[in-house]
C-alpha cells in the first residue's frame, strides 16, 4: 500500500488525510495517508527519514512551505518562482522533487466560484508572504491583474523583482474607499494569517460592496473574521479557502497517481461536512 503524509504544525486539524481517501476511492487505488507533526529544525530529517521508509509523497503546509523549498533536489518552475513548495514527489536515488499546486488551486476554486474559466479582474491579494507569493503567477496566468498590499512594503517590493507586472497598493490605502480608474471588476483575497486571531484587517467597506467576491485563503467551522467583516461591509459574495484545499490537494493526487486527476464536485461537500462535524 502506498504511503503519503502531510507535514506541518499544527497537524492534528489536517483533512488532507480524508480528502485523499476520498479521491483515491474515485480510482480504486489503496493508499494510507498521515499526518505528520513535526518542528523547523526537524523537518528536513523528518521528510528524508519519511522518503526512506517508502514514502510516495508528501504535502507541505504551514509553516513549511519555503523551508520545503530548500530540502528538496530539484523544483519546478513554478515552485521555484514562488519560493515555496507543498507537494513532494520522490524521483529514486534520494532524489526529491518540489512543487506548488496552490496557485492553480486557488484559480480553479475561483473558477468553480465565479463560474468563469477566465478570471478577468483585478485581484487584490491582502499579504505577501508564502500563501501570498505561491498564488501569484497562476492568477496572472489565468488573466487577472494582480494588485498585492502589506503592512510591510518591503515584502512587496521584493516579490515585484520576481513578478513581472504585480502591482502594489500602499496598505494605509486600504482604509480608504478605492479610487475609481476603470480597472476590471475586483476580487478581494486574504492571504493573511488574522483569521486565525479572529483580528479584523482596516479595510475600508467600499472595498467589499465594490468587489464581484470577497474570498480567505483561511477556512474554519464558522465563516472567518475576515469573511465576517466582508459580509458586515455588504459583500456580495464570499467563500473561503476549502475549496482551494480540495482543489490543490487533487493536482497534488494526479501529481502522484500518474496524472489522475480527481472530480472535486462530490468531494467538497463531504469535506465541508466533516469539518463542521469535527
Known amino acids: 500500500m502506498m504511503k503519503f503524509t502531510v507535514f506541518g504544525n499544527p497537524i492534528a486539524h489536517s483533512l488532507s488525510p480524508l480528502i485523499h481517501q476520498r479521491f483515491a476511492e474515485q480510482f480504486g487505488i489503496e493508499l494510507d495517508y ?3 507533526l513535526t518542528s523547523k529544525a526537524g523537518f528536513a530529517a523528518a521528510v528524508a527519514k519519511f ?12 509553516p513549511f512551505k519555503t523551508v520545503a523549498a530548500d530540502v528538496v533536489t530539484h523544483l519546478t518552475p513554478r515552485a521555484a518562482h514562488a519560493g515555496a513548495v507543498n507537494t513532494l514527489i520522490p524521483l529514486g ?7 506548488t499546486t496552490d496557485g492553480e488551486g486557488l484559480v480553479r476554486d475561483l473558477q468553480r466560484v ?9 485581484v ?3 499579504g505577501a508572504g508564502g ?7 497562476a492568477l496572472q496566468e489565468a488573466g487577472a491583474r494582480v494588485v498585492m498590499s502589506n503592512r510591510s512594503a518591503a515584502k512587496v517590493s521584493a516579490l515585484q523583482d520576481d513578478f513581472n507586472d504585480l502591482q502594489a497598493l500602499p496598505f494605509s490605502e486600504l482604509a480608504r474607499p478605492p479610487s475609481h480608474n476603470g480597472q476590471a471588476q475586483r476580487v478581494v483575497v486574504n492571504a ?4 486565525l486571531s479572529g483580528a ?28 465576517k467583516q466582508a459580509q458586515a461591509a455588504g459583500a456580495t459574495k464570499v467563500a473561503d479557502g476549502l475549496g482551494m484545499l480540495v482543489e490543490q490537494a487533487a493536482l497534488s493526487f494526479a501529481l502522484w497517481h500518474d496524472g489522475q486527476l480527481p472530480n472535486v464536485e462530490p468531494v467538497l461537500p463531504a469535506i465541508r461536512s466533516a469539518l463542521e462535524a469535527n
Request: charged share 15%; glycine share 8%.
Open 114 to 122: 465565479l463560474k468563469h474559466d477566465e478570471l478577468p479582474y483585478e
Open 51 to 62: 522518503f526512506r521508509s517508502g514514502g510516495a509523497g508528501a504535502n507541505v503546509t504551514v
Open 34 to 36: 498521515t499526518r505528520s
Open 93 to 99: 536515488h534520494g532524489q526529491l522533487a518540489g512543487d
Open 131 to 137: 500563501a501570498a507569493s505561491s498564488v501569484i503567477e
Open 192 to 195: 493573511t494569517s488574522a483569521s
Open 200 to 227: 479584523e484587517l482596516p479595510i475600508h467597506s467600499a472595498w467589499f460592496q465594490e468587489s464581484v467576491l470577497a474570498y480567505d485563503m483561511m477556512y474554519g467551522k464558522q465563516p472567518t473574521a475576515f469573511l
Open 124 to 126: 487584490l491579494v491582502i
